[in-house]
């Protein structure tokens, strides 16, 4: 199939200083619990409270007046289009991926998120929404663990949402952070610090309020990212009792001192908050994550007007220090893209709906020798449909950094959600592997892998994976795609990486995960079989799940309980806020032994549910 993208010539920019503008904050946060992740007692329940009667944002508002746009031009777009388009593979000036293996992953809830962590001794952990399943290199699973079951401290917690995972080659250890609740009396962050490399032994969890203003907003939407010293997090804070369209009012900034959490001592880290350019709020802070072994103790951030029509600007934040230096500071500057980027439509499926694309923020972006790899979901500026921004900022810490980016998508196919990372071996060999969600006008959902070399051509998009059905989960037409996607190079083999990313199943997302070699590099490797389709797993397909529906007048806090026969109470599934129309909860029933229970869900003052399962 043809690929048509806007492609751009590099542009030297002078970058624009501007005041500096921001409050820094110290604090600390004491050890909540160690977890033995290799207890039998962590049994695996996946609970999940879904509000189905989801809706796209009013089009009063500012949000949806500009998603009604941009979908109406894109509609108009198609329709002018000539749809016989050649079929016929196209050759890029890159060399293609080789896809070596894959497997059907996680199950998880509505956004599918998916992120990835890949051990130099072959460990991989695949994270979705309130799950973790860890695996071999070929795809065999080793455990598979729900967050909320750890321990009594996490659950306490409402909810788990957006985890996100690293694997730090230097300290040869696992990070996972996430949060729960989406209220300001209820919002909590959640870090765990693996103790060793194996991430089915003890990890260090820690929490801090999703809301460190005591003020009425919440903390949503985590990026992570490390130092050679630090962690750092970024979260957006939402009003409470809005949707996080419009009800966004700041991005910050955590950095850890991440010595701490490997050793389960108190943490000790710094807030950076009320961050702004020209008196305006930064939206949606994205930290470029270190590629390399020998990290510094800085870190660069980059942020965009996600809202916007078009625009060109790119804001470059710095933390140019470790926090027990004490001396760190905070820096933002302006550069211009060589093209515009844009609030992005919803593609179509062939059942009618749309996916979520929610906006054009920065969704990814790493640090290697000076240049800034990153990657956003946009609008493509002559076909109307949705696309990704491909881009790098190269010499990054010069007055004069120069920008190259394109948008990439296609007359029949659209492109969102990109992740990426460095493939390089050596400090000038500037290659880096693309993830993104694809969807074929009128067809389904699946991930495809992009390559570009030293010279900064690009590969062909390489689907990785396609699902079988449309999407649908919700009652609006509008499905949720997924958040973001993760893809991790193998730090001591850079010339494989694992990736994470989301197909449709029987009209639900499940995860896929798959490993990528880099053809540069492909002396010497057995091309192995690979059949990208889900007809065949290495792993078995979980089907074994209740599931209730139920229709609420009010939103209100819920309690989702299994009882045996005799009424004693085996395990709170879930603590959620159930939303008003139809709501549904599911639950695995493979952990249960034969025999017959009770399903029960408590309101804040009446029994709301009652059903008796029977377990074969």
């Known amino acids: 199939m043809k690929r048509i993208s806007l492609l751009c010539f590099f542009i030297l920019t002078s970058a624009v200083l501007f005041a500096q503008s921001y409050r820094k904050t110290n604090m600390s946060a004491p050890l909540k619990s160690v977890v033995d992740m290799s207890a039998p007692g962590i049994t695996f329940y996946n609970p999940n409270l ?177 130092s050679d010293k630090d962690m750092f997090m970024t979260f957006n804070q939402i009003q409470d009792n809005v949707g996080w369209q419009n009800g966004f009012r700041q991005s910050v ?44 103790d800085d870190m660069y951030f980059l942020s965009v007007r996600n809202v916007d029509v078009s625009n060109d600007s790119i804001f470059i934040l710095h933390i140019d220090d470790s926090y027990q230096s004490g001396n760190a500071t905070l820096t933002q500057r302006v550069v211009t893209s060589p093209v515009n980027y844009g609030f992005p439509p919803n593609p179509s499926m062939s059942n009618g709906n749309f996916l979520m694309t929610n906006d054009g923020r920065v969704l990814a972006a790493i640090y290697e020798n000076d240049y800034i790899h990153f990657g956003a979901n946009s609008v493509h500026p002559t076909l109307s449909n949705a696309g990704v921004l491909l881009g790098t900022i190269q010499n990054v810490s010069s007055a004069t950094p120069t920008v190259d980016a394109q948008v990439f998508a296609e007359p029949m196919v659209e492109y969102g959600y990109p992740s990426m990372c460095y493939m390089g071996t050596s400090p000038t060999d500037h290659r880096v592997m693309f993830n993104v969600a694809h969807c074929y006008t009128d067809s389904f959902p699946g991930i495809s892998v992009v390559y570009k070399n030293p010279s900064g051509d690009y590969s062909d998009f390489l689907r990785v994976s396609e699902g079988n059905s449309p999407l649908d989960r919700l ?142």
């Open 50 to 226: 879904l509000h189905l009667d989801q809706h796209p944002v009013p089009y009063y508002t500012d949000f949806g007046n500009k998603k009604e746009a941009a979908q109406l031009k894109r509609a108009q777009a198609l329709a002018e289009r000539n749809n016989s388009f050649s079929s016929s593979k196209t050759t890029g000036a890159a060399a293609n991926p080789i896809i070596d293996t894959g497997w059907l992953a996680n199950v998880g809830s509505v956004p599918l998120d998916n992120d990835i962590a890949v051990s130099n001794s072959g460990m991989i952990i695949s994270a979705v929404n309130t799950n973790i399943y860890v695996y071999d290199t070929i795809g065999t699973r080793l455990a598979l663990k729900g967050v909320l079951n750890m321990d009594t401290f996490l659950n306490r917690f409402t909810r788990i949402s957006d985890p996100r995972l690293l694997y730090d080659p230097k300290e040869d250890r696992f990070i996972l952070v996430c949060f729960s609740g989406n209220f300001s009396t209820s919002t909590s962050i959640i870090m765990g610090f693996s103790s060793t490399n194996d991430p089915l032994g003890n990890w260090n969890f820690y929490s801090v309020s999703g809301n460190p203003f005591n003020d009425s907003t919440w903390s949503d939407y985590p990026i992570i990212s490390i």
């Open 475 to 616: 009652t609006s037409v509008n499905e949720r795609w997924g958040d973001y996607s993760g893809i991790q190079t193998v730090y001591n083999n850079p010339q494989q990486a694992y990736l994470a990313g989301t197909i449709t199943l029987n009209g639900t997302a499940r995860a896929w995960v798959a490993r990528i070699q880099n053809a540069d590099f492909a002396v010497g490797i057995q091309d192995q079989k690979y059949n990208s389709s889900t007809d065949v797993f290495p792993n078995p397909v979980e089907d074994e799940k209740f599931r209730t529906r139920f229709s609420l007048k009010k939103k209100e806090e819920l309690s989702c309980n299994l009882y045996d026969m005799n009424g004693r109470l085996i395990k709170q599934l879930l603590r959620g806020i159930g939303k008003t129309g139809l709501n549904e909860f599911s639950f695995d029933t493979g952990v249960l032994s034969s025999g017959n229970y009770m399903f029960v869900i408590l309101g804040e003052n009446r029994k709301i549910l009652t059903e008796m399962i029977s377990v074969k």
């Open 253 to 296: 900034i955590y950095q850890i001192k991440k010595s701490d959490g490997f050793s389960a001592a108190p943490l000790q880290y710094t807030l950076w908050d009320s961050i702004k350019f020209n008196g305006t709020l930064y939206r949606n802070i994205c930290p470029a994550k270190y590629q390399e072994t020998n990290m510094g």
